[in-house]
């Protein structure tokens, strides 16, 4: 079996953040679908203050597609962002054909990578980035054919092939991230397929970079991994097979593809998911700035985000710049707000 290839120079380490999240007290909210329930929490987490979100900045369209680190991480300061995100698709439209020679749906080789990509000086040491890896949605080739790439955790040589890309793109961009995105792909692939992948993924990180980022899964409607029942049975798996990764693996979770794959039973998919798989949340109505009058059942979201022991880590997936802050002043909001607690069925 292939070697994942190494890095070119030894990239300095990064951490993880911690830390202690802990709502106030807790209420049903008027117009709920939950049962009244009013749950007080113990004296000492009444004391300690719910903590900010680390928010990452999103890939908006107005920055260089691919481009570099300072031109987003300018975009996140101003907005107190901890991380920014950076596209790791394959490629992706006729402008990266007809720049790179590569078809749509291939992964970058490394010439490929130093024409998408640009190469920044004097990065910042608190610049963090969060990757985003190919999400397999359609996209039209040259020829105004459809092409969706093909997720192939069950075959380990493209794993590895894919571990390659992201070690060479982390290495031309000068720094490797703190978090890399993946998704599950068709049913093709299992969920051992799936483990064994971040496995692999992880470990090719460490053998270059001498650190390890956080490899989280996102749950897609379309894709294998959409529901509770399905994420409850993934972090089973992984936890079974590859404990040793538990804490540097998990669940980032998109309330909105996860409410078009459950629709009417969000909520009880959602009590299946196990907390401890949670790491980072996207939030968004549909790619547009979240709202308390979207339909969304927002407070039910973010009293799972506030019931978690860790920091929680969002991301406002919005494309826009100018919308970026409203998206986060509504998740500022929320966090500040008192939670609703929703209770399983009735006996």
Not at 46 to 52: E, Q, S, T, Y
């Amino acid at each position: 079996m292939a070697m994942i290839v190494a890095s070119r120079k030894r990239i300095r380490s990064t951490t993880f953040p911690g830390g202690v999240a802990a709502p106030g007290d807790r209420i049903e909210q008027a117009g709920s679908s939950c049962p009244n329930v009013f749950v007080p929490l113990p004296l000492w987490r009444r004391l300690i203050v719910m903590p900010d979100a680390d928010y990452i900045y999103p890939n908006v369209t107005e920055v260089s597609q691919r481009g570099g680190l300072l031109e987003r991480w300018r975009l996140a300061e101003p907005l107190g962002c901890t991380y920014i995100e950076v596209p790791a698709d394959f490629i992706k439209n006729k402008t990266e054909v007809e720049r790179t020679g590569q078809d749509i749906g291939s992964m970058l080789g490394r010439s490929s990578i130093e024409h998408l990509y640009e190469r920044d000086t004097d990065i910042p040491g608190s610049l963090r980035y969060l990757l985003h890896t190919e999400p397999a949605i359609p996209r039209r080739d040259q020829h105004g054919r459809l092409v969706l790439a093909d997720l192939r955790w069950r075959d380990p040589r493209w794993v590895i092939a894919l571990g390659d890309m992201l070690l060479e793109i982390e290495d031309f961009l000068g720094i490797p991230p703190d978090i890399i995105e993946i998704h599950p792909g068709d049913r093709k692939n299992t969920h051992a397929d799936i483990a064994m992948a971040m496995h692999t993924l992880l470990a090719a990180h460490q053998n270059a970079f001498g650190v390890k980022p956080l490899v989280l899964l996102e749950n897609h409607a379309d894709q294998s991994i959409s529901t509770g029942s399905q994420i409850r049975a993934f972090w089973a798996v992984l936890t079974e097979l590859h404990p040793d990764i538990a804490g540097s693996a998990g669940i980032a979770l998109d309330p909105w593809q996860f409410y078009a794959a459950t629709r009417e039973d969000f909520l009880g998919s959602l009590r299946q998911v196990p907390p401890g798989a949670l790491q980072a949340f996207h939030i968004h109505t549909d790619l547009n700035p979240p709202s308390a009058t979207d339909g969304m059942p927002w407070s039910q979201v973010f009293s799972v985000i506030g019931s978690l022991p860790e920091r929680p880590c969002i991301k406002p997936v919005v494309y826009q710049k100018s919308r970026v802050a409203r998206a986060i002043g509504f998740c500022d909001e929320m966090l500040a707000a008192p939670q609703v607690v929703c209770a399983g069925p009735p006996a």
